[in-house]
């Protein structure tokens, strides 16, 4: 176990609906990030948050809207999908932001239909 | 803004070879590399990673090196066995920069 931990592991939802993938770390760490990551696609940086306050938003489209109540936590609210936002989505945190070893959880597979 | 480009796509070796993955970034400016392995139904996780001081480092079976002229670096895995079939991510990124990815490889070691 890496000391992150997202939930659900896999998500199916249709366009109208409207859920939430949550994510948890034990390490006493001050950045955390979602990452997006598409088959035979780079890993694409979605939000950053420092200490609490979101320091990148990567002209994300706002179905996509994340929050981070606390240093441990992390949630990214979806609502109204595409088809084409089904992807592996991949939280992670950092002792600081930048240049320090990443720890990633396992992931959420996110299907739209 | 940085460009990390990885190759090969996928890697399929016999157990106990080497095997070898390169990639090249385009900002003179980053200084430091990470290697992240993903296996199957896992999240990426941290391997080995090199810094712009240094020209290479090893980690046992592992290891990386930098060639900051031509702006590359490489992951050399040696005597390798079944267990290291995964994805494997280059990355690169500059001070207070965030990490930009490669797209991946794909290595398959056969028994």
Redesign the interface.
Same mark, same amino acid.
């Given at each position: 176990e890496?000391g992150?931990t997202q939930t659900p592991r896999h998500l199916v939802m249709g366009m109208t609906n409207k859920k939430s993938l949550k994510c948890e770390q034990h390490l006493g760490h001050n950045a955390m990030y979602w990452y997006k990551q598409s088959a035979?696609?780079?890993?694409e940086?979605m939000f950053?948050y420092s200490l609490e306050e979101r320091v #990148?938003n990567n002209s994300v489209p706002s179905r996509f809207s994340p929050e981070c109540p606390n240093s441990s936590h992390l949630f990214l609210h979806l609502h109204t999908l595409q088809p084409e936002d089904s992807a592996l989505y991949?939280c992670?945190s950092s002792q600081d932001?930048?240049?320090e #070893?990443?720890?990633?959880?396992?992931?959420t597979r996110l299907t739209v239909v | 803004g940085e460009n990390v480009e990885q190759h090969p796509s996928t890697l399929s070796v016999q157990e106990g070879d080497s095997a070898v993955i390169k990639c090249t970034y385009s900002d003179s400016a980053s200084n430091y590399f990470p290697w992240y392995k993903q296996e199957l139904g896992k999240g990426p996780q941290l391997i080995i990673d090199i810094r712009s001081n240094v020209g290479e480092k090893k980690d046992q079976r592992i290891a990386v090196t930098l060639n900051k002229t031509a702006k590359h670096f490489s992951l050399h895995i040696t005597e390798t066995q079944p267990e290291d079939s995964a994805v494997y991510f280059c990355a690169a990124s500059k001070n207070t920069d965030k990490l930009i990815f490669g797209t991946g490889t794909r290595l398959q070691v056969f028994p």
């Open positions: 890496t992150v035979k696609k780079p890993l940086l950053v #990148e991949l992670a932001y930048a240049l #070893e990443a720890f990633f959880g396992q992931g | -």
